[in-house]
């Protein structure tokens, strides 16, 4: 399953516009209004990141933070705080109130994003949607492994045949896939493409969902028959 995300924010537009920007960048979101709304939500079920703006009737992003953090549930979990105050005083507020991240609006989403990936990276939190997250136990890596390494081996004995549908990938995503169908795991495509675990297990969802295949093995062998693959 994806990192589960809460997103507190009691502007209707930019709530949704985040939160559709933020599962495609393939997070689960659950959405509130105010932070009453989200206190509930959490009680049902505890998200792995929250974004909250600060500017929220009732109860503002500050309180609501407090609340967290008095919370032994909620102590360690990470905070990004949106907000349209951009002071160096408001920020410092925000850090003293021990926020992970302060975004003043407005913001390139990308941002958010990098930053939502980067607290989850060092809380130990991955997409285990594509067969290589927490839960995959050695023997499973290994088996993957072995099975793509035998694709390999007989690579040249596959047929490569025009594809049967055009299928658009984008220079990022023809990269992971190259360096899946050469048999390297996500850990060693991120160092090699000097980027984050969590962007190359979304690249290969992506690729999952292109090429309608459901594990790497799949993957590699269709990218092989096809010719779409170096």
């Known amino acids: 399953m994806s990192a589960r995300l809460l997103l507190v924010d009691d502007e209707p537009g930019l709530r949704e516009a985040v939160k559709d920007y933020l599962q495609e960048s393939g997070f689960a979101v659950q959405v509130a209004s105010n932070a009453r709304e989200g206190w509930e939500l959490m009680q049902q079920n505890t ?39 951009g002071m160096t005083s408001d920020r410092i507020q925000g850090y003293q109130a021990r926020c992970d991240a302060y975004l003043p609006k407005p913001f390139d989403p990308d941002e958010l994003v990098a930053i939502v990936e980067n607290l989850l990276e060092r809380r130990g939190v991955t997409a285990q949607d594509n067969g290589e997250g927490s839960d995959t136990t050695v023997a499973d890596l290994a088996n993957q492994i072995a099975q793509i390494k035998a694709i390999l081996t007989q690579r040249n004995a596959i047929p490569q045949n ?13 990269s992971v896939l190259d360096l899946v169908a050469a048999g390297l795991m996500n850990k060693e495509i991120a160092r090699r493409l ?18 309608g295949t459901n594990s790497r093995t799949e993957l590699v062998r269709f990218a092989l028959e096809h010719g779409l693959a170096k």
């Open 47 to 85: 998200p792995d990141l929250v974004i909250s703006d600060i500017m929220m009737p009732v109860v503002d992003g500050y309180q609501f933070l407090k609340q967290l953090r008095e919370d032994p549930r909620f102590k360690a979990l990470p905070v990004v705080l949106l907000t349209a105050k």
């Open 162 to 174: 025009p594809s049967p549908i055009k299928i658009d990938l984008t220079p990022r995503e023809q």
């Open 194 to 211: 000097e980027t984050s675990v969590r962007n190359v297990e979304k690249y290969v969802s992506r690729l999952f969902s292109k090429t």
